[in-house]
């Protein structure tokens, strides 16, 4: 997985927007104004921070050496993800719709009804 294709793949979901609130080198992907990934801009090696179930973030720490628990982020909810080749890409975009779909549950039902009208 490259920076490209991430971003790519993050866009192509309904009501996505990318932003740079903090600062010019953490790329920001938010559906309805709630973040579901961050990636450093800077790194060499693509990684990023998505959400995730709390026991299902645990289950994938304990089973992947390149998932962490959440870079600056609460740990109990959102893991960091090291793209080094050892996960297959298949796997990281299934955990980066899972984030998105856990913040799009967190919504209004207006908002929800809204994301699933455009799908």
């Not at 010019?24 to 961050?38: E, I, N, S």
């Not at 060499?44 to 390149?66: G, H, I």
Request: glycine share 4%.
């Amino acid at each position: 997985m490259n920076l490209e294709a991430l971003r790519e793949f993050c866009l192509a979901l309904p009501h996505v927007t990318e932003e740079l609130p903090f600062g010019p080198d953490a790329l920001v992907f938010k559906v309805a104004g709630k973040m579901f990934l961050l990636t450093p801009l800077d790194e060499v090696k693509v990684q990023f921070n998505v959400k995730c179930d709390p026991e299902k973030a645990e289950e994938l720490r304990e089973k992947y050496a390149d998932v962490k628990p959440g870079y600056h982020m609460n740990k109990k909810h959102w893991n960091t993800v090291y793209a080094s080749g050892s996960i297959p890409n298949e796997t990281l975009y299934t955990w980066v719709q899972d984030s998105y779909d856990l913040v799009v549950a967190s919504l209004s039902k207006k908002q929800r009804e809204e994301i699933q009208a455009s799908r």
